[in-house]
């Protein structure tokens, strides 16, 4: 097995990583669940391009987007947390 099919591995962690991350109450955790959600988008892309899995690579892309935007919604001022 070469290197690019062994990355579907560490992405999946930092997907699971991330997941955990966003469920935080912390905004500060939240934030850093939407960069490992950006990290493992690109692990997927990286390894759907090289197995030819186009639909992964589109799906990655579109769920970077949507991480890019909760990133910025979790930058705005939540009258909860103060």
Same mark, same amino acid.
């Given at each position: ?7 579907? !591995?560490? #992405? ?9 991350? =966003?469920?935080?109450?912390?905004? %500060? @955790? ?18 759907? !391009?090289? #197995? ?9 892309? =579109?769920?970077?987007?949507?991480? %890019? @935007? ?13």
């Amino acid at each position: 097995m070469d290197w690019l099919d062994a990355l579907q !591995w560490p #992405a999946m962690v930092v997907t699971v990583i991330a997941a955990w991350l =966003i469920g935080s109450q912390r905004k %500060i @955790r939240r934030m850093i669940g939407f960069w490992c959600f950006l990290l493992s988008n690109a692990l997927w892309i990286v390894w759907g !391009w090289h #197995a030819r899995a186009w639909a992964m690579v589109i799906l990655q892309m =579109i769920l970077a987007g949507m991480n %890019i @935007r909760g990133a910025n919604k979790n930058e705005t001022d939540n009258p909860a947390e103060k």
